[in-house]
């Protein structure tokens, strides 16, 4: 696969795993300063690890959020958290990540997740 593939195919990924609006909004604020980076994220993130068949979108996702939860990015765990409930995650397992996360990640590292899909389930519910 060229680069242009490789994009091509990480943009129907991203699309398909975030959702059209926020892929959307996410090319419209790119930059000259930050297009290479966008580019980058689409080709590699996307369309090179994404778009593997190793592991099923339900692993790819728990897996996503545990490293999230474990390195303490709040937006990018909101949007996964978002993303994981839309494509059908339950929120019982959602919580079982979380509570792998606290022996794994810590306690403090939890806390602060289950606070945040707690907003989020809360925003999905009004």
């Excluded at 991203?14 to 930050?34: C, H, I, Q, S, W």
């Amino acid at each position: 696969m060229d680069e242009e593939d490789r994009h091509a195919a990480g943009m129907r990924r991203r699309r398909a795993v975030l959702g059209e609006a926020y892929v959307d909004t996410a090319v419209a604020k790119a930059t000259p300063f930050t297009a290479e980076f966008q580019d980058l994220i689409t080709r590699y993130a996307w369309g090179e690890i994404w778009t593997r068949e190793a592991l099923d979108d339900e692993t790819r996702r728990m897996l996503t959020i545990a490293m999230l939860v474990a390195l303490g990015r709040d937006h990018e765990l909101r949007l996964h958290v978002w993303a994981a409930l839309d494509h059908g995650m339950s929120p019982d397992r959602l919580k079982e990540v979380l509570l792998q996360c606290a022996i794994y990640c810590g306690v403090p590292a939890a806390n602060a997740a289950f606070q945040i899909a707690s907003e989020v389930l809360a925003e999905r519910t009004t």
